[in-house]
């Protein structure tokens, strides 16, 4: 078996110079079949192979390093319209994606049609620390009877919460509602835990949509007009639309 | 369009914009969940690295599943998760996975495969 491997970024319809480094730092390249253009690297089995990434994907520096390489690739390729493919999609040679072309050209094609004059903006909406899981209050109540005392406030406590977590779940439905109305299509992910959102507060939405280029502004005003009472409300992107580019497995 | 030029392990703006108030950057959770949980999946087309690729695909989900695990259980994100560092754990289910596709492939006729996945599957 040979030493190398062909790692797929993306599949896109039009080839764009892509001058950023790929994974591992290896050049990035293209192969063209018909209308289609698939953006590679040749990347060692050394690392790439399976008992290699059976390691490093517990590996959060070389994870974060490859997912952010991967990432920077997919973005200057996505210039135009693209389809991100999966991280570490690792291919035996050239011939095998040639041939990935061939066979999937159609929905590969069909894909990128429903990206075009689109992107994908994420939108994620976080609760004030009343709404998530705050900390009971210790100090304070009845000092004579401390163990009566303590016992209402937590019953008070949770009553509390759980009307602000109700209220904060049907605020995020309508802010998706709202937002999905606006754009062509729509995907609500899981929530992103606080360590790797960066934020404390509770992540009430974690959003995809995907908005015809002409209506990038009118998007954002209206992102920025559902936030407010406690909720923030926070645009990222552009991205490249990896959120709606799903090909059925097959 | 307008974009910035320079590389190196910083996550840009895209399009060069400057973000307005409610807009922040992109951030490395970002980055991992659309990698790594989105985009095309085409593992089923990876001849030499058909096992390989349905090892990861398994690892993957539950890099991402352990965010909601690990928090609910109030553990170290990833260091201490359990489907990563238990590795018992993670092969049972790595096996359970291969022994579906294998099945599938196979056809149902394969009972030793069904079978031993049903004895595996309460662990």
Redesign the interface.
Known sequence: ?SDS?TY?YA?ASESVPV???GVAGTPVRTLTRGALVAYVSTVPLAEF??EP??HS??D?DW???T??A???V??EA??VPV??????????DDD?VH??LD??GEEFLA?LFHVTGRREW?VKAYAGQAAGPAATPVNGGDPGRPGTSYLSRRRESLRGREQARRLAVTRAEHIHASLSRLAVASRR??????????HDEWMLLNGAYLVDVGRDEEF?AL??SL?GDGVD????????P??F???E?? | ?E?M?Q?G?V??Q??GVAP??????????????????????????????L???E??TI??RL??AS??T??ELGID??EHDPW?SGRDRELVEENRRLRRRLAAVEGPADLDIGHREAGHRDV
């Open positions: 078996m491997g797929l599949v001058d950023v480094p192979g399976e990434l059976r994907l517990e959060l994870l974060a390093e997912a952010r991967h990432h920077r997919v973005e996505a210039r389809a991100p493919v999966r991280l570490v999609t690792v291919y035996a095998q041939e990935l066979r999937r894909v994420g992910h899981r929530a992103q835990d606080p360590r790797l959102s960066g954002a992102v920025g936030g409300v926070r645009l990222t992107g552009p991205w490249a990896y959120s580019t799903v090909l497995p097959g | 369009m974009r030029t590389s392990p996550v840009r895209p399009y307005p108030g409610g807009r922040e950057p992109a951030n490395l959770g970002d980055i991992l969940e659309r990698v790594l949980d989105r985009g095309v999946v085409i593992a089923g087309d990876i001849r030499v690295n096992l390989d690729i090892l990861l690892k993957l890099l991402i965010v909601d690990a928090r994100w990833w990563l």
